[in-house]
């Protein structure tokens, strides 16, 4: 699985994009809940908040038993055909996933990769 860990630095306001596409998420200005994607999004889904947001996949939703994590992992084995990558954003209260389909095979490092989700 192509996953990256990112623990950003505390901020006021913030908004979320596609890392990919540029395309803005809906989110609220200082919550990593995304309402809405956008873009390349595939799903978002916080472990220890009751927040799920499958992009109407009822496929990860199904997968859920024990973890949110599990629920990822069996997803993206599922569809190893696509180039998935997780964004695992870990911060003071929660850890949240997020899946986008990179298409072009774009390769980021973590800090580029933070500069284009979180602004």
């Known amino acids: 699985m192509n996953k990256v860990v990112l ?3 505390v901020q006021k306001k913030f908004s979320l994009y596609c890392p990919f596409t540029n395309e803005k998420l809906y ?4 919550s990593f809940e995304v ?8 799903f978002s889904i ?5 927040f799920v947001d499958a992009g109407n996949n009822e496929e990860i939703e199904n997968y ?3 973890s949110a994590l ?15 990558l997780v964004i695992e ?7 949240y996933w997020y899946g986008f389909l990179n298409e072009q095979n774009v390769e980021l490092t973590t800090e580029e990769l933070e ?3 979180i602004r």
Do not use: M, R
């Open 46 to 50: 916080c472990e220890d908040c009751l």
């Open 7 to 9: 623990k950003p630095k």
């Open 89 to 95: 954003v870990q911060d003071i209260e929660d850890t």
């Open 35 to 42: 309402y809405e994607g956008a873009g390349n999004y595939l």
């Open 70 to 84: 599990e629920a990822i992992e069996k997803f993206v084995e599922n569809h190893k055909e696509e180039n998935i």
């Open 115 to 117: 500069k284009k989700f």
């Open 64 to 66: 859920w038993k024990n």
């Open 27 to 30: 989110n609220e200005d200082s």
